[in-house]
């Protein structure tokens, strides 16, 4: 897992993790990676520094940033209010959407190619600013 700076091209800067920086790449050339504030498709990298600390040094854990409580409190939100369907989020989504499924708010995961056919299709997706917790029995 990788964590880059980003910016929208409204200024937005937020944080959000990926696989690697090619699974970066690969989202961000689907327009699948948008701006936690307005949702904005125009998101670049920004400047960051490493987060790099001598494992001699015991400093206290540091206080999250604003960004980071509200993306907790939103993922706390989802996951409260939502049903998790893991990989069959694309079918689920789908199923919803031609009635075939019944009506309610899903969270889960799909492969890139996935979620761009949905959004062609006109099924409303949106990523998530976080990976979503793998629940089990």
């Given at each position: 897992?990788?964590?880059?700076?980003?910016?929208?091209d409204?200024?937005?800067?937020?944080?959000?993790?990926?696989?690697?920086?090619?699974?970066?790449?690969?989202?961000?050339?689907?327009?699948?990676?948008?701006?936690?504030?307005?949702?904005?498709?125009?998101?670049?990298k920004?400047?960051?520094?490493?987060?790099?600390?001598?494992?001699?040094?015991?400093?206290?854990?540091?206080?999250?940033?604003i960004?980071?409580?509200?993306?907790?409190?939103?993922?706390?939100?989802?996951?409260?209010?939502?049903?998790?369907?893991?990989?069959?989020?694309?079918?689920?989504?789908?199923?919803i959407?031609?009635?075939?499924?019944?009506?309610?708010?899903?969270?889960?995961?799909?492969?890139?190619?996935e979620?761009?056919?949905?959004?062609?299709?006109g099924?409303?997706?949106?990523?998530?600013?976080?990976?979503?917790?793998?629940?089990?029995?």
């Open positions: 897992m990788i964590q880059f700076a980003l910016r929208c409204d200024d937005h800067r937020f944080e959000s993790w990926f696989k690697s920086s090619e699974a970066f790449d690969k989202l961000h050339k689907a327009g699948l990676v948008t701006c936690i504030i307005c949702g904005s498709s125009k998101v670049e920004a400047l960051m520094a490493p987060k790099v600390r001598d494992s001699r040094s015991q400093r206290p854990a540091e206080t999250p940033s960004q980071e409580q509200a993306l907790a409190a939103l993922r706390k939100q989802i996951e409260q209010n939502s049903e998790y369907v893991g990989m069959n989020f694309a079918r689920e989504a789908r199923d959407k031609d009635g075939i499924a019944p009506e309610r708010s899903i969270y889960g995961e799909a492969r890139p190619d979620a761009k056919k949905l959004i062609e299709d099924v409303p997706v949106t990523p998530l600013p976080f990976v979503p917790g793998r629940k089990s029995n």
